[in-house]
Each structure stands twice: as C-alpha cells, then as structure tokens.
C-alpha cells in the first residue's frame, strides 16, 4: 500500500510531505491480503504475516502523520480541507 500526502501554502508552495510505502499486496494477484482473509480462507504463510504486519503498519504511519505530526497545520486550514 502506499500514501502520499502534503502541505500547501496559498502561494502554491509545499511546506510539508510525506509518503509512506508498504509491502501489502499479493504480487501478481493485485489484491491486499485482508481482502483474502475476508474470504474464509486461513493463509499462515509467512508472506501472509509480513503483508497483514505492512497493512498495520501504513494504517498507523497516516493516523500518526494526520493525528500528531501535521495536526497543529491541519488546524489552522480549518474546515476547507
């Protein structure tokens, strides 16, 4: 999974960014591997441990970034954002 995320001032200049990417997907089967497990299927492999881990991981790296780091400039956009 990846995201990409930053910052503009009103004059078009970025004062923030960040992207972040994981190892999630299936290769060659294009789909993340919750959406395998959400099938019934039990995947034990180690591949399956190491996407589920990646999964985790982005989902706490954007609520981290959005939540703590950029939160002070967030703030000040207000609504508009």
């Known amino acids: ?3 990409a995320g930053a910052i503009f001032s009103a004059a078009g200049r970025a004062l923030r960014h ?5 190892y ?5 089967q294009g ?3 919750s959406a395998l497990d959400g ?6 492999s180690v ?5 589920r881990h990646g999964e985790r991981a982005l989902a706490t790296d954007v609520v981290e970034l959005l939540g703590k780091d950029w939160r002070a400039d967030l ?6 954002w």
Request: glycine share 18%; hydrophobic share 25%.
């Open 1 to 3: 999974g990846k995201f």
């Open 47 to 51: 591949g399956s441990t190491l996407r």
């Open 39 to 44: 099938s019934g299927k039990k995947v034990k």
């Open 24 to 28: 999630t997907t299936r290769r060659g």
């Open 31 to 33: 789909g993340a591997q």
């Open 75 to 80: 703030e000040l956009l207000g609504k508009d």
């Open 18 to 22: 960040r992207a972040f990417a994981r």
